[in-house]
């Protein structure tokens, strides 16, 4: 099944046309530039420049995975959670697509894609899709949300445990721009903490013990005190910037990683899925990886390019519950901005 699938429900506006699982084109137009003095997303600068891309980014996906609209079997779009105005600018231009070809439009959950994104494959090195045994526990972390899911199939998600305050993703932007690092602050919060030592401060592992839901909250107001209290007043080039970062870094990857094996071990599941932008992270995803193989169990983690958000992970889904004929959208559909799954 040959689906176009697009995505603009933050500050990435993306299309992407996947064939059975296969990526034929996955374009991702970041807002990043235009964010990044504020420190975090304005949601009316990402609707606007979503408005001014979704065409063009759409014609240059068809044009680069050399298919036409003709071509394609579906349409899938982003139906939510995520900022109203973003989600919808590709709901309304999918929809429109929808009427004016004939094609069928299904509504995809924004965190199920990114939670099935390693079941995708590439077509430049062929390597075959991926075949999971179910059931699998699913830990999506990104820049809103923090959750732990227990997938019995590719469609059937269970919530298993969620934050109850920050996101890891939203803690890591929100330590990086008190610290002057800038927007968004995973990657650079990971760049700095290569050079510091994690136990340099002892950092609070919040609600370690207790259940499946997570708090960064804390780490974060820790974390933040520290900077003021005990790093900035030492200067720019003070090695204690890069332990604050290391120690935070570690003490969110610990957490992630603990709470993703007692849902693994609870659940007696056959093994896990990492994903959304925070899947990026080098240490979380080594340690996620160390800790499942340990146990013989598998895990999934998509390349980079499918941690964040895209168009192609859209289209996966889209194409599953296209099959299905499931969350058929017409004209009237509505964009969800909280929808949990
Ligand atoms: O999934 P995503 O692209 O957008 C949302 O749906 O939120 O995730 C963005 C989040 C941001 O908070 C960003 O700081 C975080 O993912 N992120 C990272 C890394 N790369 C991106 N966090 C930690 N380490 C990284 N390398
Ligand atoms: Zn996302």
Redesign the pocket.
Known sequence: MLVLGLES??D?TAAAVVEDGVVLANLVRSQVDLHCQYGGVVPEIASRAHLEAIDLITSQALAKAGRSLADLDGLAVTQGP?LVGALLVALNFAKGLSLSTGLPLTGVN?LKA?ALAPFLTACKDGAPLPSPSFPLVALV?????TNLYLLKGYLDFQLLGRTRDD????A??KL?KLMGLGY????V??ELARQGDPTAFKLTRPMLHEGLDFSFSGLKTQCLNLYKTQVESQGPESPLRAHLAAGF?AAVVDVLVTKLMVAVKETKACGAVLA???A???P?RQAAQEALEARGLSIFVPPLAW???NGAMIAGVGARQLAVGENLLGPEAEAYPRWPV
Do not use: M, R, Y
């Open positions: 429900s933050c990435e995520g924004h990114h972390v990104s820049g809103g949300h996101a890891a993703g939203e890591f932007d990086a968004p602050g995973g990657k919060i990971e870094q959304g932008g925070v990026a992270n080098g979380l941690c964040v958000d």
